[in-house]
């Protein structure tokens, strides 16, 4: 009953299939048994194989072994939980944290919870997939509003009727690479009796002056403000937390399904989490190279013409439309050694399909030149699909900024 949906899906260019990767998690790695530049990982700060990365995670496995054997409420906290909740909360300005086994069930577990006394939830129409299921599986009404839409998601509040609500967004928004409003949304939430939920998973380590996220970037302090984030992107580990009032946390380990019913982090995950949050507060020049990075790919791709939507983050989007293009341009970069998967729906909206471009501080001056060389050929060797690259953007950005179904 498969094979024909799988047809189907190869004839709409919507097909994936997994590769594999033969090395650590670096700027360079071997694919499929041949030599590539990787643009996209979200190991923004080049910590997934950072050597005391590796020796803390290493060291935790020596002595508390290699899986958690169950939830920590059956099996109980082990010192690198405690140890990395407690660093979180100062990292994060927060009276306290929680760390989950992934983000996706950060989110489940905190959405579910605290939107018991909500009347409603508004979300931000680009929100990731894991804030959407867990609105729906809350059980509360959910209003979608437009991307970085705040005069729309005022207007929808004051319709509403009594009682409380949650405001659900994106710090940085992971296909996009643009920013939430927050000051605007924050502004929002206070005078409407809402509290506002910010998924800062690509924020964290990157954003702000300390890498403390968006919330730092941005300058803000509110009680009204909860944060998830992940330790597997700029953290280099794997796993997700909350951080907040501390009865609110502890109400999320009493009452988050999440969290209950499912084994915890792995100790050495944890104690890897630990490691990565040192280097970042001692070595901020490695987001000083990030930026570096990051502000002379997002030139060059200006420079060649290439649409990246309002991305002020790593994350820059070369857009093409529909899918085949994308996959076009995809193989285009691996037969020139870069490993850039074309993303597309229900990733994001139909007809913006895209290639996604993160920077890390991995990458050298040289990585990003080959890369743009790359995309340069386009022009000599493709002129159909140079034309899908310049000429569609001003259709495409209108999808990608307002059409999004909440259920993707």
Same mark, same amino acid.
């Given at each position: 009953?498969?094979?024909?949906?799988?047809?189907?899906?190869?004839?709409?260019?919507?097909?994936?299939?997994?590769?594999?990767?033969?090395?650590?998690?670096?700027?360079?790695?071997?694919?499929?048994?041949?030599?590539?530049?990787?643009?996209?990982?979200?190991?923004?700060?080049?910590?997934?194989?950072?050597?005391?990365?590796?020796?803390?995670?290493?060291?935790?496995?020596?002595?508390?072994?290699?899986?958690?054997?169950?939830?920590?409420?059956?099996?109980?906290?082990?010192?690198?939980?405690?140890?990395?909740?407690? *660093? +979180?909360?100062?990292? @994060? %300005? $927060?009276? =306290?944290? #929680?760390?989950?086994?992934? !983000?996706?069930?950060?989110?489940? /577990?905190?959405?579910?919870?605290?939107?018991?006394?909500?009347?409603?939830?508004?979300?931000?129409?680009?929100?990731?997939?894991?804030?959407?299921?867990?609105?729906?599986?809350?059980?509360?009404?959910?209003?979608?509003?437009?991307?970085?839409?705040?005069?729309?998601?005022? *207007? +929808?509040?004051?319709? @509403? %009727? $009594?009682? =409380?609500? #949650?405001?659900?967004?994106? !710090?940085?928004?992971?296909?996009? /690479?643009?920013?939430?409003?927050?000051?605007?949304?924050?502004?929002?939430?206070?005078?409407?009796?809402?509290?506002?939920?910010?998924?800062?998973?690509?924020?964290?380590?990157?954003?702000?002056?300390?890498?403390?996220?968006?919330?730092?970037?941005?300058?803000?302090?509110?009680?009204?403000?909860?944060?998830? %984030?992940?330790?597997?992107?700029?953290?280099?580990?794997? !796993?997700?937390?909350?951080?907040?009032?501390?009865?609110?946390?502890?109400?999320?380990?009493?009452?988050?399904?999440?969290?209950?019913?499912?084994?915890?982090?792995?100790?050495?995950?944890?104690?890897?989490?630990?490691?990565?949050?040192?280097?970042?507060?001692?070595?901020?020049?490695?987001?000083?190279?990030?930026?570096?990075?990051?502000?002379?790919?997002?030139?060059?791709?200006?420079?060649?013409?290439?649409?990246?939507?309002?991305?002020?983050?790593?994350?820059?989007?070369?857009?093409?439309?529909?899918?085949?293009?994308?996959?076009?341009?995809?193989?285009?970069?691996?037969?020139?050694?870069?490993?850039?998967?074309?993303?597309?729906?229900?990733?994001?909206?139909?007809?913006?399909?895209?290639?996604?471009?993160?920077?890390?501080?991995?990458?050298?001056?040289?990585?990003?030149?080959?890369?743009?060389?790359?995309?340069?050929?386009?022009?000599?060797?493709?002129?159909?699909?140079?034309?899908?690259?310049?000429?569609?953007?001003?259709?495409?950005?209108?999808?990608?900024?307002?059409?999004?179904?909440?259920?993707?």
């Amino acid at each position: 009953m498969y094979r024909p949906r799988l047809d189907l899906l190869a004839r709409r260019s919507l097909l994936r299939r997994l590769r594999t990767m033969h090395a650590a998690p670096r700027a360079e790695v071997e694919l499929d048994g041949r030599p590539v530049l990787v643009f996209s990982s979200n190991n923004y700060l080049d910590l997934a194989a950072h050597p005391k990365v590796m020796e803390a995670a290493i060291n935790a496995i020596r002595r508390y072994g290699v899986g958690a054997t169950a939830s920590r409420l059956m099996s109980g906290s082990l010192p690198p939980h405690r140890d990395l909740e407690a *660093r +979180l909360a100062a990292f @994060k %300005g $927060a009276e =306290a944290a #929680l760390v989950f086994s992934t !983000g996706y069930q950060a989110n489940l /577990g905190l959405i579910q919870t605290i939107a018991e006394d909500a009347s409603a939830i508004y979300a931000d129409r680009l929100c990731h997939a894991s804030l959407i299921d867990a609105c729906r599986l809350s059980k509360r009404p959910l209003r979608i509003f437009r991307h970085r839409d705040v005069s729309q998601l005022r *207007r +929808l509040l004051e319709r @509403k %009727g $009594a009682g =409380a609500s #949650l405001i659900l967004t994106d !710090g940085v928004f992971s296909m996009d /690479g643009d920013l939430a409003p927050l000051p605007s949304l924050l502004d929002v939430a206070a005078s409407s009796r809402a509290h506002l939920v910010v998924d800062d998973a690509h924020g964290t380590g990157v954003m702000g002056r300390g890498g403390r996220g968006t919330v730092e970037h941005f300058g803000l302090t509110s009680a009204a403000l909860i944060q998830m %984030g992940t330790l597997s992107k700029a953290l280099g580990a794997s !796993g997700g937390f909350v951080t907040g009032p501390r009865d609110m946390i502890e109400y999320l380990v009493n009452r988050a399904r999440s969290f209950i019913y499912t084994t915890a982090l792995p100790p050495a995950m944890a104690a890897a989490a630990s490691a990565a949050l040192d280097i970042v507060e001692a070595e901020p020049e490695r987001r000083a190279t990030l930026w570096r990075l990051r502000e002379r790919l997002s030139q060059g791709l200006k420079t060649v013409g290439c649409e990246t939507l309002d991305s002020e983050s790593p994350i820059l989007p070369i857009l093409v439309g529909d899918a085949g293009g994308a996959l076009d341009l995809s193989g285009h970069l691996l037969a020139h050694g870069i490993y850039a998967p074309a993303i597309r729906p229900p990733t994001v909206p139909a007809s913006s399909s895209r290639i996604r471009i993160s920077v890390t501080a991995g990458h050298t001056p040289a990585h990003i030149d080959r890369l743009l060389d790359a995309l340069a050929t386009v022009r000599k060797t493709d002129g159909a699909l140079w034309e899908r690259l310049t000429d569609r953007t001003g259709a495409v950005r209108g999808s990608a900024s307002g059409r999004r179904s909440p259920s993707l």
